[in-house]
């Protein structure tokens, strides 16, 4: 089965930064997306930014644009989520996800439909 593991997650300061990491594991087919999502308690899911593990292509939503980077390791089957100059409001629980097969990538929740465990990112200010 296909497995993924973040990682990365701690307390920093605003405006500080902190790189995620997604660890995937076992049998994947390359032509589709993977995805950060973040959710806060008592909010609802948002996704963040997304990767096409075969084309490279990126899509980010607005708020995180400029501070945020997806990228990939393919020699560590790894997608990392760089973030820079962070907020309190990206205090979340971060999850990276696997889509269905895709030729480009959204960061629609329901597009995905294999999830990590999560990881704590909090910003204090």
């Known amino acids: 089965q296909v497995q993924l593991v973040e990682s990365g997650g701690g307390s920093v300061q605003a405006g500080g930064s902190l790189r995620l990491s997604c660890a995937v594991s076992?049998?994947?087919?390359?032509?589709?997306?993977v995805g950060w999502f973040r959710q806060a308690p008592g909010k609802e899911r948002e996704g963040v930014a997304a990767?096409?593990?075969?084309?490279?292509?990126?899509t980010y939503i607005d708020s995180v644009k400029g501070r945020f980077t997806i990228s990939q390791d393919n020699a560590k089957n790894t997608v990392y989520l760089h973030m820079n100059s962070l907020k309190p409001e990206d205090t979340a629980m971060y999850y990276c996800a696997g889509s269905r097969v895709a030729d480009s990538c959204d960061t629609q929740d329901d597009t995905y439909r294999t999830w990590g465990q999560g990881t704590q990112v909090t910003v204090s200010s």
């Open positions: 990767i096409h593990l075969a084309r490279g292509g990126t």
């Open positions: 076992g049998y994947i087919i390359s032509r589709r997306c």
